[in-house]
């Protein structure tokens, strides 16, 4: 598919990355961004040979943010009557396998809640994050009162959403927003790394800890665990539980067929 301000490729024909490509305006999320990265995501999603995606920006910016100019002259009927952009901004929830967003530069705003929407954040040395709407009379709109201080607590969600400054990516990985920082020129290749291996595992082990990991964040401690353990107890009905335990137990390499 063509898309304007995306680019997508794959690599090592397991893995699905997304460029976001507004490099003059940082990246800034336009809505017709976000509609192409929603069919992006879901194209990957559907696609058998795909096992993890990657959401990328370039070195100076993940994306500084939801667009401004085209919010600029909204009104309250206007964001609350059209459910200003909410629709396009859902879709990477419901993207069940693994997206990994690799940060460099700005993360700010809507694209500091982009890249908590992914999996898991790995970020260059040269990554800043924050919430810098309080600045624009706004406060964060996708999420970033809510991720933000389940990444990092309290005290540095607070700290961030109401002063808007900026972290570093050495304060982000300290403070548990990220979990890795690599330098700048190796951001990819620790990313598609990480990508690869994930893509070699069972698929269905895969979307399984994905599950279980999310459910941490929406229910009480009772109910994650009782859903892990049936989750747990399902993957015995795979092909691939057979074939990773005989292969450890026979000390050879397991090759997953994703059954
Ligand atoms: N939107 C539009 N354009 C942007 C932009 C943005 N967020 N950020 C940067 N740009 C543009 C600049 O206007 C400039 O354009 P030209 O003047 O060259 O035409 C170009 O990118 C380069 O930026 P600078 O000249 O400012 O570059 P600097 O290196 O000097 O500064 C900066 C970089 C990142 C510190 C600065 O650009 C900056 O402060 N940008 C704004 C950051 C920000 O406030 N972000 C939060 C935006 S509000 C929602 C979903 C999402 C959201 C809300 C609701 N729903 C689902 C309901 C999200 C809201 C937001 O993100």
Same mark, same amino acid.
């Given at each position: 598919?063509?898309?304007?301000?995306?680019?997508?490729?794959?690599?090592?024909?397991?893995v699905?990355?997304?460029?976001?490509?507004?490099?003059?305006?940082l990246?800034a999320?336009?809505?017709?961004?976000?509609?192409?990265?929603?069919?992006?995501?879901?194209a990957f999603?559907?696609?058998?040979?795909?096992?993890?995606?990657?959401?990328?920006?370039?070195?100076?910016?993940?994306?500084?943010?939801?667009?401004?100019?085209? @919010?600029a002259t909204?009104?309250?009927?206007?964001?609350y009557?059209?459910?200003?952009?909410?629709?396009?901004?859902?879709?990477?929830?419901?993207?069940?396998?693994?997206?990994?967003?690799?940060?460099?530069?700005?993360?700010?705003?809507?694209g500091?809640?982009?890249a @908590?929407?992914?999996?898991?954040?790995?970020?260059?040395?040269?990554?800043k994050?924050g919430?810098?709407?309080?600045?624009?009379g706004?406060?964060?709109?996708?999420?970033?009162?809510?991720?933000?201080?389940?990444?990092v607590?309290?005290?540095?969600?607070?700290?961030l959403?109401?002063?808007g400054?900026?972290?570093d990516?050495?304060e982000?990985?300290?403070?548990?927003?990220?979990?890795?920082?690599?330098?700048?020129?190796?951001?990819?290749?620790e990313?598609?790394?990480?990508?690869?291996?994930?893509?070699?595992?069972?698929?269905?082990?895969?979307l399984?800890?994905?599950?279980?990991v999310?459910?941490?964040?929406?229910?009480?401690?009772?109910?994650?665990?009782?859903?892990?353990?049936r989750?747990?107890?399902?993957?015995?009905?795979?092909?691939?539980?057979?074939?990773?335990?005989d292969?450890?137990?026979?000390?050879?390499p397991?090759v997953?067929?994703?059954?």
């Amino acid at each position: 598919m063509a898309y304007e301000f995306i680019t997508t490729h794959t690599e090592g024909e397991k893995v699905g990355v997304i460029t976001l490509n507004r490099p003059k305006q940082l990246n800034a999320l336009s809505p017709q961004l976000m509609v192409e990265l929603g069919q992006a995501l879901k194209a990957f999603d559907a696609d058998e040979a795909i096992g993890c995606m990657i959401i990328t920006g370039n070195e100076k910016a993940f994306a500084a943010g939801a667009d401004i100019g085209a @919010m600029a002259t909204y009104s309250f009927a206007d964001v609350y009557r059209d459910d200003y952009i909410t629709r396009d901004w859902e879709t990477i929830r419901t993207i069940r396998k693994p997206v990994i967003a690799a940060v460099s530069g700005f993360a700010l705003g809507g694209g500091c809640e982009l890249a @908590m929407m992914c999996d898991f954040i790995i970020a260059a040395d040269n990554a800043k994050f924050g919430q810098p709407e309080i600045k624009l009379g706004i406060i964060p709109g996708a999420g970033g009162t809510q991720r933000l201080p389940r990444a990092v607590g309290k005290a540095k969600a607070m700290d961030l959403a109401l002063t808007g400054r900026m972290m570093d990516a050495t304060e982000a990985e300290r403070a548990g927003l990220v979990s890795r920082v690599v330098p700048l020129d190796k951001l990819m290749e620790e990313a598609l790394g990480a990508a690869l291996m994930i893509s070699g595992y069972g698929r269905m082990a895969v979307l399984a800890a994905k599950e279980c990991v999310n459910r941490a964040y929406e229910g009480t401690l009772a109910d994650g665990v009782m859903f892990e353990r049936r989750m747990f107890h399902a993957l015995f009905a795979t092909a691939d539980q057979k074939e990773g335990m005989d292969a450890f137990v026979n000390k050879r390499p397991a090759v997953f067929k994703h059954q």
